[in-house]
């Protein structure tokens, strides 16, 4: 049984920094594309950043680049999303992606519940 498990939310000011966790478990990385996504109140689910699977190249959407940093630890099992520079914008909640790339793994796609991130002074 696949679960992801994010941690690491909360309130912080503009300007501050979190570093969201994601902690995996029932799956290998090296089969995954995993990325962090987040949802604003009253808006779509919208990609901010996603880490492919064997080599570990990144690709960030427009809005972070340069402020937000994706990284995993394979041993651990674990994604993160530092989170610098902080915008009242960059408030929502934000969810871990699991999905398939690998052909043993392909078309498989797993969310976790969310962790939320409040930006306000």
């Known amino acids: 049984q696949v679960q992801l498990v994010e941690s690491g939310g909360g309130l912080v000011q503009p300007g501050g920094s979190l570093r969201l966790s994601c902690a995996a478990s029932g799956l290998t990385f090296t089969g995954y594309t995993m990325s962090w996504y987040r949802q604003a109140p009253g808006k779509e689910r919208d990609f901010v950043a996603l880490?492919?699977?064997?080599?570990?190249?990144?690709t960030y959407s427009d809005s972070v680049v340069g402020r937000f940093t994706i990284s995993r630890d394979i041993a651990k099992n674990t994604l993160y999303l530092q989170l610098n520079s902080l915008k009242p914008e960059d408030t929502a909640v934000y969810y871990c992606?699991?999905?398939?790339?690998?052909?043993?793994?392909?078309?498989?796609?797993?969310w976790g519940q969310g962790t939320q991130v409040t930006v306000s002074s």
């Open positions: 880490i492919e699977p064997l080599i570990g190249g990144t």
């Open positions: 992606n699991a999905r398939g790339t690998l052909p043993t793994v392909l078309g498989r796609d797993y």
